[in-house]
């Protein structure tokens, strides 16, 4: 970071003195250039600009006259100008409504350019938590990148793809044609588009202990053929595998939720089950967990005959073949086999599962 604000004509410590006392944080398309430069990895452009994000303040006076403390504007619009900054331009939400029409929280954005040609841009948002701001309002997830200016480290809330040069529309933007011209604009510089995520109940899948599918094949029921199974889940949290016996087989969850709708099977005692392509029947709750992305391996065992009950894991969980322990909740809540026999054992629920799932079921419209 010292070596590419000296670029820019800014001290180290004068600047991340000013970042750090006054709730502010650099982050976007240089943040992402210096985390990827940081990682090892060669981030195949240079930034255009210096994005800074910072609370809106307001100045304020004493009785008299004299100024208690300066906006967060204020300041660093003195700082820059103190360094050799002219400022050019100034937009303002309640004038340039057009401009800030997928900005959520913004109140200014001033824009700042030095006699070498360098721009910094100053953007005031309404929001004190600088970091869970951009987590929740940036479009593209390679451009979650910032710096912590306490530790002097950068940081990406999605390292796993951002390493390997990928990002993602995160979903509400997918069809706005400025994100989409900034996705473009990366994949110009290298990187590569992936689907955007599939939603979770609760997280996604982080394919933690994945090391222990790497030599395991799966069959892609589909695709007719033989793949690696952690590279299958590494393509998209769409991605996943059913574990049947000692086999896997591979399935993207789209495909897997379509065929299941279509090949419906009436049970004698369980009314409703889904069968899939090797006729085996399972709990028509399935579709519930299923398009969810909370678990990457749901491992089917038999009940009776051709009738199977259904396990979740994460990678994680699969590596200690310790299933999800709320699974049982989740069915329950969900709906499970249909005409269930009333000999049928107590289900026990482990208390420390009911907070988190239940938030997660009312928040996604699950529960009333």
Known sequence: MEAFLTSYGLPFE?????????????????????????????PGFEPNDLDIWVEETHDTWYASGRVNQLANSTTFTLFLVKHGYDLTTKFDSTVNEHYYKTMTHIKHIFHFINSRGKKVQVICVR???????????????????????????FHNSFPIITCKKQLQIIQGFINEIPTLR?????????????DTSCSALRVID?????EELEHTSAFDIFAYEDVNAAEFLRQSSYHMLLHIGNQFHAYHRKQ???????HTQEHADYGKVRELPHKQQIPQSILQLLPYSDYSIISLKQVIDTLYDA????????????PARHYELLQQSLGSFENQSSNQPIRIIHLSDIAGLTESLIRNGILQ
């Open 206 to 210: 982080d394919h933690d202990n994945i």
């Open 311 to 322: 396990e979740y894991y994460t990678t994680s969980q699969w590596s200690t073949k310790t």
């Open 256 to 262: 897997l939720c379509n065929y299941l709708k279509e």
């Open 14 to 42: 004068g600047f991340r003195t000013l970042v750090t006392e006054h709730n502010a944080l650099v982050a976007g398309s240089a943040a992402l250039a210096l985390y990827l430069q940081q990682e090892g990895i060669d």
């Open 127 to 153: 929001d004190s938590n600088l970091v869970q701001y951009i987590q929740h309002h940036f479009d593209i997830t390679a451009c979650m990148s910032w710096w912590d200016s306490v530790d002097n480290i």
């Open 182 to 194: 900034r996705a473009g604009k990366y994949k110009a510089r290298g990187f590569t588009i992936r």
